[in-house]
């Protein structure tokens, strides 16, 4: 069985995101389905950040982002390439760090909670094949920190799973 430990408060950003790689790592070690890993790395995040509201993934399929393995309130089922935050992230294969996702151009909101945003782009030889989206109903919740360690996490995860194979 697995326990995955809250973020404390006085713990650095980059003390709570090496441990999130290591527990990451451990969830994935010897399991390769993307489904499965998925599911784990957004409960993994959702028990572990403070100040979230959601977590999770939407993989690409048939030129649309279709949701996936998440944590949080019912979401949006499709997203289209290049509309809000996460079709923009998966359009410029870049990360996307929103202070306020109402000053957001076309922001999708699924939660309206929702006051905040980050969106990192999984992609697989070249080719985007989904997102992780995070969500705080905190203005600002994310940083330059978080988004490198989202990154790194995004890797491993796309280093561990059989998808885009």
Known sequence: ???????RK???????????????????EGEHDFV???ANLSALLFH?????NWAGFYFLKEEGLVLGPFQGKPACVRIAVGKGV??????????????DVNA???????????????????????????VLDL????LSRFDDEDRRG???????????TDIGD
């Open 48 to 52: 572990s950040l403070p100040d979230l």
């Open 104 to 130: 957001f151009p076309g922001h999708i909101a699924c939660d309206s909670a929702s006051r905040s945003e980050i969106v990192v782009p999984l992609v697989r030889f070249g080719k985007v094949i989904g």
């Open 10 to 28: 006085h713990d650095s950003k980059q003390a709570l995101y090496a441990g999130l790689l290591e527990q990451a790592n451990a969830l994935f």
């Open 1 to 7: 069985m697995f326990a995955s430990a809250p973020a």
């Open 86 to 99: 996460c079709g923009t992230a998966a359009r410029d294969k870049k990360s996307i760090v929103v202070p």
């Open 150 to 160: 989202l990154e790194a996490l995004a890797d491993v995860f796309l280093n561990s």
């Open 36 to 38: 499965a890993n998925a």
């Open 135 to 138: 969500d705080s109903p905190n």
